[in-house]
């Protein structure tokens, strides 16, 4: 798709995050677009994860801008952050599930918590769809102890899906399942955006998810983009650090 100004969906200017003496984003510029997979690379504790807790506000960025739809976040009011967080869906590494719920209880947690004026038949038909999408029709009366590590993900993705997000943040979302489940799971974060024409970012050290999800890779180094670019760039780069990702 062409990457016009158009369609940015979050834009990030020059963003500063530091703890104590500690600069881990030293200006970060970057965008995400329309309908598209975003993977952010780096090593570990290069501040990948700070970067989308920065984008949902859960931690308060330092100086720089992060535009998101309409919104800029720096002093951005509580009402404009509600709708904010609602546009976002944010599957953290152990989005964890709660434990004395069922999945239906999981998810229509999160949809009475959306709107008081949902009925139940709407509720359940939403979950139905949901659970339908990710694959797991069949696991709507099961408890969190009774599923495996790559059904908890699905069911995680079904929470963040119930809400109809413009833009889902992935943190690791293969990290610690086997490589078939979590070709599995990068095969579905295709087809959800497929199917609901989100945008992503999505964070992950595994190459072949990479291979699979990425339209585009933004690698981060010294609290900076290092390169943005497509897989094809990445894969063909002669440059010794990016090639340590790859290789
Ligand atoms: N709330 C916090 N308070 C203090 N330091 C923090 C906080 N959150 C993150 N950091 C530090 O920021 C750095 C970057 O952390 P971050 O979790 O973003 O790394 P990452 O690139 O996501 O790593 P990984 O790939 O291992 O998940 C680390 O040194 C971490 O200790």
Known sequence: ?????????????????SF???????????????????VVLGKSG???????????????????????????????????????????????????????MTVRGNLSFVLSRLSESFSEAEINTKIVEILE????????????????????????LARTLVVNPKIILYDEPTTGLDPITSNEISNLINETKAKFNNASIIITHDINCVKKVADRIAMIKDGKVYKQGNLEEFINSDDDYIQSFFK
Do not use: W
């Open 46 to 100: 290069s501040g990948k994860s700070v970067l989308i807790k920065c984008i949902v506000s859960l931690l308060q960025h330092d100086e720089g801008s992060i535009q998101v739809g309409p919104h800029e976040l720096t002093d951005i009011n509580e009402e404009d952050l509600m709708e904010v967080r609602r546009k976002i869906g944010f599957l953290f590494q152990g989005a964890a599930l709660y434990d004395s």
């Open 20 to 38: 104590g003496s500690q600069n881990i984003l030293d200006g970060i510029t970057l965008e995400l677009h329309e309908k598209e997979n975003l």
């Open 1 to 17: 798709m062409e990457k016009t100004t158009d369609n940015v969906i979050i834009s990030i200017k020059d963003l500063k995050k």
């Open 133 to 156: 999408s990710v694959g797991l029709p069949d696991a709507i009366d099961q408890m969190p102890s009774e599923l495996s590590g790559g059904m908890k993900k699905r069911i995680g």
